[in-house]
Antibody, heavy 122, light 110 residues
């Protein structure tokens, strides 16, 4: 079965960087985009960006451009999200999600990681 | 402020039907299909409807979706207490080149 297993909780100081991993299993890692979505406590879902694990191509939400970097290691079927220059407002649960698509107008997240809590505090 | 607009809350009694709306614009819902996610407390979201009205394997047929123009809706019939959760609509926005979510609707089963 498809599984996405994320790394554990992190505590970081303002200004630091964090790198969260997402290990995929149960399918061909390079065949599906991986997206990243975050959720602050009590708030809604916020999309951060996507990565094609085959080509390495990425796309980022305007809000995070310049601060987020999505990468992958295909040999171990793992995707990474690195967020730099952390602020207290970046405290949130970060999810990875596998994306499936049909044609040019259908794109959805059919499997999610369990989430990784990142706390930014001095 | 979310790009897609959902009511913050909805409620109904067990066995009833409830509908949750999602309003967007020509660059998102008007151009692309809509997906719905259910998030139970302290868990990851789960896909319940994709491509406007398709149910993934394992999702009960009590869940249905529809889309018309720049709006979409999720309907849940025969409500169960276990359906109590937050629901989010989402789609791609061609102007923003981004996935956009609604603000979420908290469904309470009274």
């Amino acid at each position: 079965q498809v599984q996405l297993v994320q790394s554990g909780a992190e505590v970081k100081k303002p200004g630091a960087s964090v790198k969260v991993s997402c290990k995929a299993s149960g399918y061909t890692f390079t065949s599906y985009d991986i997206n990243w979505v975050r959720q602050a406590s009590g708030q809604g879902l916020e999309w951060m960006g996507w990565m094609n694990p085959n080509s390495g191509h990425t796309g980022y939400a305007q809000k995070f451009r310049g601060r987020v970097t999505l990468t992958r290691n295909t040999s171990i079927s793992t995707a990474y999200m690195e967020l730099s220059t952390l602020k207290s407002e970046d405290t949130a649960v970060y999810f990875c999600a596998r994306a499936s698509s049909w044609g040019s107008s259908t794109y959805y997240f059919d499997s999610w990681g369990q989430g990784a809590l990142v706390t930014v505090s001095s | 402020q979310s790009v897609l607009t959902q009511p913050p809350s909805a409620s109904a009694t067990p066995g009833q039907r409830v509908t949750i709306s999602c309003s967007g614009s020509s660059s998102n819902i008007g151009s692309n299909s809509v997906n719905w996610y259910q998030q139970l407390p302290r868990t990851a979201p789960k896909l319940v409807i994709y491509s406007n009205n398709q149910r993934p394997s394992g999702v009960p047929d009590r869940f249905s979706g529809s889309k018309s123009g720049t709006s979409a809706s999720l309907a849940i019939s025969g409500l169960l207490s276990e359906d109590e959760a937050d629901f989010y609509c989402a789609t791609w926005d061609d102007s923003l080149n981004a996935v956009v979510f609604g603000g979420g609707t908290k469904l309470t089963v009274l």
